[in-house]
């Protein structure tokens, strides 16, 4: 079946440090994957996507590559701010069924 | 443009009580979806309606039942709340199944 992994958390960094959040899949098919962002208190927000192999998403500094070879969809950013703190979550569409599966989230804290 | 809306934001029930938790969205969307979201869980599909007069179950749709009223609104409903619903819920829609999900601000519910 199609499954999610991502690395568990939290996650703690400095400011200005380097985010490398990993995110693996396993899926039949072609899917679709996606970053959603989840910030205290409020609901999910799509922070980037990718829909075929070799794509890169991007978005407000975030970059994460489609790597079908290796299945997976690793999330990152080359200087972190106090305002990134947030649960980040890897999750695919398979075409054949519609349904977003999500991994179970992680969360990032950054200390000024 | 509000997206999606959800209300309430957030509710109290008694073991036993119902209640139905209402979802609307203004982007003209065919899918739309209603999550659970729990601890360490990530987010679980409770039912999605691909199109309007269209309802199937996804992952944990025990307990709850679900409503298209028309394209723009989706509607939950817990007949008899338990204390294992107590829960954050999320609805979101997209353009089609399989296609980008958009997602509303939760309800927090608590059952005692």
């Known amino acids: 079946g199609n499954s999610v992994t991502q690395m568990e958390g939290p996650v703690t960094l400095s400011e200005e440090a380097f985010l490398t959040i990993n995110c693996t899949y396993t899926a039949t098919g072609y899917p679709s994957l996606f970053w959603y962002v989840q910030y205290p208190g409020e609901g999910l927000q799509l922070l980037l996507k990718a829909t075929k192999a070799d794509d890169k998403g991007s978005n407000k500094g975030f970059e994460a590559t489609y790597r079908k070879e290796t299945t997976s969809f690793h999330l990152e950013k080359g200087s972190v701010q106090v305002s990134d703190s947030a649960v980040y979550f890897c999750a695919l569409i398979n075409s054949n069924t519609g349904k977003l599966i999500f991994g179970q989230g992680t969360t990032l804290q950054v200390k000024p | 443009n509000a997206g999606v809306t959800q209300t309430p934001k957030f509710q109290v029930l008694k073991t036993g009580q119902s209640m139905t938790l209402q979802c609307a969205q203004d982007?003209?969307?065919?899918?739309m979806y209603w999550y659970r979201q729990d601890p360490g869980m990530g987010l679980r599909l409770i039912y999605y309606?691909?199109?309007?007069?269209?309802?199937d179950k996804g992952e944990v749709p025990n307990g709850y039942n679900v409503s298209r009223l028309n394209k723009r609104e989706f509607s939950l409903r817990l007949e008899s709340a338990a204390p294992s619903q107590t829960s954050v819920y999320f609805c979101a829609s997209s353009e089609g199944p399989g296609g980008t999900q958009y997602f509303g601000p939760g309800t927090r519910l608590l059952v005692l």
């Open positions: 982007m003209n969307h065919n899918s």
């Open positions: 309606s691909a199109s309007e007069g269209t309802t």
